[in-house]
């Protein structure tokens, strides 16, 4: 299973990106997914979780109410929708799959087997 995260890039704050993560060699509606992000010198920090139904949904305090994890199976893609960025939100992210359940410590990198790449976000003031 291949992981290829996009739509990464410049945004100012309080604006809004929509980032997608495309799945190749699987089906992303067979597997729990999340979405992490990195400052680089950090940790891979947790943000949002889902389970293949979308039920749970886990979101971190940090982002809660701002973005979203939503799927479209038809496109086998996983979009992240982020909502009132701030500099704050200045990160890599990554999408990422598991084959365990999310209901099993949803916020633990080493858990998910599957990684994308990386898309940078950038927000200014």
């Known amino acids: 299973v291949q992981l290829q995260a996009s739509g990464g890039g410049l945004v100012r704050r309080g604006g809004s990106l929509r980032l997608s993560c495309a799945t190749s060699?699987?089906?992303?509606?067979?597997?729990?997914m999340a979405w992490f992000r990195q400052i680089p010198g950090s940790e891979r920090q947790f943000i949002i979780g889902?389970?293949?139904?979308?039920?749970?949904?886990y979101v971190s305090d940090s982002v809660k109410g701002r973005f979203t994890l939503s799927r479209d199976n038809a496109k086998n893609t996983v979009y992240l929708q982020m909502n009132n960025l701030n500099i704050g939100d200045t990160a890599i992210y990554y999408c990422?799959?598991?084959?365990?359940?999310?209901?099993?410590?949803?916020?633990?990198?080493?858990?998910?087997?599957?990684w994308g790449q990386g898309t940078l976000v950038t927000v200014s003031s």
């Open positions: 990422a799959a598991r084959l365990t359940s999310i209901l099993d410590r949803p916020t633990i990198a080493s858990l998910y087997k599957f």
């Open positions: 060699g699987g089906t992303s509606a067979n597997y729990d």
């Open positions: 889902a389970s293949k139904t979308g039920d749970p949904t």
